[in-house]
């Protein structure tokens, strides 16, 4: 039966993945059908379908999202495209390297995508839409929000996914959109100004113009421009005015004097609206690459510090760079170097890189400049017509460090990623050293992009940062100070709750941050998010201000005081109860004790490094309380 219902949707003019969603009547005569049987006769016209003793009326269909198999791995090339091309590349590349380059330039996990289909479209001109969702369902960790705004009468509409949102109306003025899609609309300046109303700071456009067309530079700042068919795309911005003098350092792959002054830079507060811009020159094999895209993984701007060996940044040396360049950049220089005299009819030179280096990782500085010197090297080979091909990998199954990690049969995601195993590891290599065009490419295995609400993915995420495995044990009102928050795992959470909710807390107030605060940010929009920020820090900075330096964060505990309020707010000038947890300093043991209690519940929060008993607690209490 299922191969009469595809014949009926076989009628279909459409290039969308359709499924069948209801019958109106279905009927089957069993006798019929087997003496028919060895016909095959069927018959198929507008809403009946008949085969043999089968008869279905009434089929309706819907599209539906062509989900790419999860296990699969994504492979990539790396090229260096100009910003501006003749024609050669399809409308997907187009739009795929026009989409990498606003994500690569925002680093935000969430994003909002708006399509804007005006008078100036065509009926026959392909909705780009589409082609985004298909292109972030390639991206680790990446989820959109894909919009179209239309009066709904263009022709394909219809086919759109369920997955994409189709509105009519005005263009949103809240400035939450990362990536703008339109026609023709550069030629009207009053028009452009409402786009970028709808845009973030950082925005991008892309408008499909006419061959000849030329913009104003004084209204737009040109990223990408090429020519496709009868149209030119171009990618625009808004100029983005330049105030501050930036700060230039040099880099090198071969010496790492520019460390301490990039620290220092990097830490000075003074020098903090300046832009840092790193630099390299006449070193072909120069690992900047790697290095940048992890240091702006770490907070996210080029304003940053980042983390090496579950460290900071300014508590590294100059030897720590050596070690990770000896087994890398230095030993395949070397393997270049010697291979040309001692290899000279060599058919394969391989190097094994990391999508640290392209995509950055929290705390692999190191790392990514020293696979990032590798790969220049095998440029400079395939440009010279030598063999080279570096593969990025991502996670690998079956050994290593995520492994290791792994407990029993239960999956290890490694920023968005899943372990790709051995034998498929091994399969598509097989094809990646075939293949002659590109000295760069990557394999990683996307992980499923949970679709459940963010503010519960958002603390599982938090709590795998702070190592716990089940978050059955943890209250929502634990602080991450209470759960053995430290330097390294705060950096981590900063920057999670900077780019995937738009939160930006001062380490001190991380440590204080409960879960239960992490998922009222994530419920509300952004002017409610920054007014509970300065709520949330008013009362963290007061309460420091009246603690000893023992004590670096108080909590509220549920209980029936104030009609059974569970909000997480001080009353002032009301009764108030302070308790101080354990020696194991988790707060979640009072709340058995504070839900049944007519009184405000505060928790002092405080370090008990050294205290090993109750007796030492008690003691160093009354000492605490004696001062």
Known sequence: MDNVLQLRILNEDTRSLLTPVSLKSLVINVDRHSLVLQTLSEKNSDGFIQSGGIEIRGLHVNAIPKRKP???PVVEKYMFIPYTIDMGYTLEDIVRICLHIAIENNMAIKIKTLEILNQTIKPDERIISPMILDIITDLPLVQAEVCILSNKNHPQLKEVSNNITVKNGKLPTDQSVLFNVGSKLLEDAEVLENVFDSLKPEGFLLTREQLNFEPSLNLVEVCFDVLFKEERLMLVRKPIK???????IKI????????????KTLSDDASIKQKVILVAEKDPTNGIMGLFNCVRKETGGDRTRYVLKDALFENQTVEDFIVS???KAIATSLLDKYSRI???DLKHFVIFSSVTCSRGNIGQTNYGLSNSVMERICEIRRSEGLPALAIEWGAIGDVGLATSMAEGNKEVVVSGTKQQNIANSLEIMDHLLIQKNYPIVTSIVVAEKSAKKCS?????TVIDILGHK?????SLHSTLAELGIDSMMTVEIKHLLEVQLEVFLMPKDIRGITFTKLQEFDALDYKEKQCQLNKFTTVNESIELELLPSYYSVVRIPSLYDDGSTEEQLLVNHPTLFVIPGLEGIDSIIEKLSENAFIQVLCLLYDITGVASIE???????????L
């Open 70 to 72: 999860l296990d699969n």
């Open 242 to 248: 330049q105030n501050e003098v930036p700060i230039v």
């Open 252 to 263: 090198s792959s071969k010496e790492f004097s520019w460390l301490p002054v990039l620290q």
């Open 325 to 327: 360049c000896r087994p």
């Open 342 to 344: 001692m290899c000279p």
């Open 456 to 460: 519960n993915a958002l603390v599982d």
């Open 470 to 474: 089940d978050f059955k044990n943890i």
């Open 616 to 626: 030492k607690l008690a003691h160093y209490h009354y000492q605490v309380c004696m």
